[in-house]
């Protein structure tokens, strides 16, 4: 009997390979075919066996880039096509800022059996990577994850009174292009402007780099110091632990990384 | 030379060995000792070579667990010792909702280089588990965590008004113990008590069970299906896709997962 057709929607987490989890690593090696994203970092492709049937279904510069439908469709044609072990592997989480459950719905009402494998989401990853601690005792006691991306030339439709909070961890997904708008707004709402702040680009990766700074100096900063996509920027008291935390400087593995964090801090100073 | 010493802050994530990062599961195997908490599950502890040194510090039933001044201790006086590679595992993400960053600052105050692995976050991966997505579009388009935890017999210090947001995910950690003060106050802020709400115990693992219910049923429900800790504590719009999203049933994996969780899904009903 000929088995069964399956999706896997797995997150990939924000870019170091050794982030994955094991199950996801395992059904890389297993998959028929991998449906992958743009933020899914090259290291991690190539972790696919090379006889691994592979589509790319995220945007690249200048061209067009495959609708959610069309997304939709190629798996249920894949799994249709007989394929049973199917990954659709995504940067971070699946069902965090993610298009994953529109998928797992579509994959529901066509029938076809799927599992979701999480991965972790940049708000974690990122920040560990920075020396970030989302809560600590004292400075933070929750946690708030948004987006900061929203429909072209619009505002973005947040409750800025309630994400105005001292005692709260605010992520901000994809916000590099509206931090004027996050700083101005945080601050109108009553969030001092000397909160500590962060923009942490290419978190996780060999090339991560990060800013420490303020609420008032987000925008200045980002544009001084040129951060550019993915960024992840986190406001919140933790951010002043940063210097302490700071861990990828110290690790027996890491000391190739060493020498571009020195520059990027003696670039904060 | 002698290799330095180096403390591993690790998160061993919710449960399912599989949710282990590469990088967790490596350091596990490589570990001179592993000093690991009360929520690390009995699984993972199995993945620790037999010949490595083990520490439980976490709390057994009617004994007194370590304190954190003595956890510090013990881990600087591991490495004073000569051990090289010491695991500190951790449940969940060392930098959420624990004290991972209080060690590692006690780790930098002494001169003790470190590391952080950051784990998978109940919030996520339990979610996932129980096919809930944190946020999709139209449903939930923000996050937040908080811990439902508190001193004895105090009232929790949340802000109530803040969290009453139905475009928001509310997910609350060690909230079991509070539910009649979480659901009775967030409904005075103005949630609605048709809010659909989710009960979620023993995540990830094998015997995970959980509950869809509303915000206003959560305590009776607890109380009658006998949920008991650890518990996840999810409220939000999303909630209501968990029929839907349901996989943990249809995995070629977790056949033997299926008949628990229709038990659940029949109590429920």
């Known amino acids: 009997m000929n088995k069964p057709p399956h999706v896997y929607l797995v997150g990939a987490g924000p870019g170091d390979p050794e982030l994955l989890t094991v199950k996801a690593s395992r059904l890389l090696r297993e998959a028929d075919v991998v449906v992958y994203d743009r933020l899914v970092s090259a290291e991690i492709l190539t972790m696919i066996?090379?006889?691994?049937?592979?589509?790319?279904?995220?945007?690249?510069?200048?061209?067009?880039h495959m609708?959610?439908?069309?997304?939709?469709?190629l798996l249920v044609q894949l799994a249709r096509a007989?394929?049973?072990?199917?990954?659709?592997?995504k940067g971070g989480d699946p069902l965090i800022f993610d298009r994953g459950s529109e998928e797992a719905r579509y994959l529901h009402?066509?029938?076809?059996?799927?599992?979701?494998?999480?991965?972790?989401?940049?708000?974690?990853?990122?920040?560990t990577y920075a020396g970030i601690p989302l809560t600590h005792r004292g400075l933070a006691r929750s946690v708030r994850m948004v987006t900061g991306h929203c429909q072209k030339n619009r505002p973005l439709d947040l409750n800025w009174n309630s994400l105005a909070d001292p005692d709260t961890t605010l992520v901000?997904?994809?916000?590099?292009?509206?931090?004027?708008?996050?700083?101005t707004r945080l601050q109108h709402a009553g969030l001092s402007g000397g909160t500590p702040a962060a923009i942490?680009?290419?978190?996780?990766?060999?090339?991560?780099r990060r800013c420490l700074t303020t609420l008032a100096q987000l925008p200045e900063q980002a544009r001084v110091q040129v951060f550019t996509t993915p960024s992840l920027i986190v406001i919140g008291r933790v951010v002043a632990l940063a210097k302490e935390l700071e861990w990828r400087q110290t690790s027996d593995h890491e000391q190739a990384f060493a020498e571009i964090l020195g520059q990027s801090i003696q670039a904060e100073a």
Chains 1, 2 share one sequence.
């Not at 945007?59 to 067009?64: D, I, L, R």
């Not at 609708?67 to 469709?73: G, H, K, L, S």
């Not at 997904?173 to 700083?183: D, K, P, S, T």
């Open 49 to 64: 066996p090379s006889g691994t049937a592979k589509f790319y279904v995220g945007k690249a510069a200048g061209h067009h």
């Open 67 to 73: 609708t959610q439908d069309e997304i939709n469709a």
């Open 82 to 89: 007989g394929k049973t072990r199917i990954v659709r592997l």
């Open 109 to 127: 009402e066509q029938g076809i059996p799927f599992s979701i494998v999480p991965g972790i989401t940049s708000a974690s990853a990122c920040t």
């Open 172 to 183: 901000v997904y994809m916000g590099l292009g509206h931090l004027q708008e996050i700083a």
């Open 200 to 208: 942490i680009e290419n978190g996780t990766h060999s090339d991560q």
